[in-house]
């Protein structure tokens, strides 16, 4: 997997820019958001819908796939590619950050981390190794670090201790590797202390990996930390790799991850926020629950053009919502998935042209909230 990434064209008046992440299942145009497909599936999506919106990858979970159904029997089924008739790349996370979210069922050791299932309260041990033969064993494009997620709130000392058990574990998970066709990215933590998150950045550089992610954001800190973090890393990691923020996810953090120099994303917010009745637009928030859509001809956006704003009405899409129709969820969460992407398909296109600044500034001038706040009325 040589010459794996190249970056395409930086524009000349920020550090956003173009690349291409190549995949053992094809190439990756960069910046790109991700949808999260956490148990082999994007929800209430199928495989044919997620490329008509535009899917170039998706993310799968390592901790949700070894509950269930298990990794072994997903190898025995041909791979996660062939197991969920998805032939583009997959990412997977490591299990790192569901561990984390277990706070009152896991204990993390030198070893690793046992937990019990939130399934069946089966206990568990989930160390590097386990971490890394998991993923290898789904067949992911491209594979994580098995990391430690510090809480926001976690002191100086924690994050520090915190900081080295990732470390350690990353040259674990280094030395597990084995599979030529992945690529392994080892994990950025150091909470929201800057000092500490250029020593966790400049000691993965030393194990070296395909690319290298941010950890421990969007957990609960304020935005301003965020983009300190972002702005810390950003002039600090190599600029021959691909560079991934875990888990971030409104519209306007994507913008401002990009403005920064940032290449891939993922986040639930678009399919969780669709199953909600909360959309997204070029104009901003609509929430499809409220009474003024009742009666609205118009389209989700009239600036989009994916297969539901082409098809359906504002009217009929309060009409299946409101009466708890599985197709509300199928066609919400479409829109929202196609708005994403073509999102990154415009920010990749301002970029090429070297007016990503003008871009920034124009998207933050549209998105005003045309509807209240996500409540029935």
Known sequence: MAQHFQVLHQDNGCRARCG??????GDIPTPI????GTSATVKAMRPEDLKDAGARIILANTYHLYLRPGHRLVEQMGGLHRFM?????ILTDSGGFQVFSLAELRKITEEGVSFRSHIDGSRHLLTPELSIAIQQALGADVIMCFD????????RAYVERSLALTTRWAQRCKDAHTRQDQLLFGIVQGGRFPDLRSRSLEELREIGFDGYALGGLSVGEEKSVMHDVMDTCAGQMPQDHPRYIMGIGTPEDLVE???HGYDMFDCVMPTRNAR???LFSSQGRINIKRKEYEADQGPIDPACGC???????RAYLRHLFRSGEILASMLNTHHNIAWYLNLMSEIREAISNNSFATFRHRFYQQQTTVSGPNKEE
């Open 20 to 25: 291409l992440l190549k995949t053992a299942h």
């Open 33 to 36: 958001f991700m949808p999260v």
């Open 85 to 89: 008739a998805w032939d583009r790349p």
């Open 276 to 278: 909600n009745g909360m």
């Open 307 to 313: 297969y539901v704003c082409r098809t359906f009405s």
């Open 257 to 259: 991850a990009v403005w």
């Open 148 to 155: 430690e997620c510090p809480p926001a709130e976690a002191d």
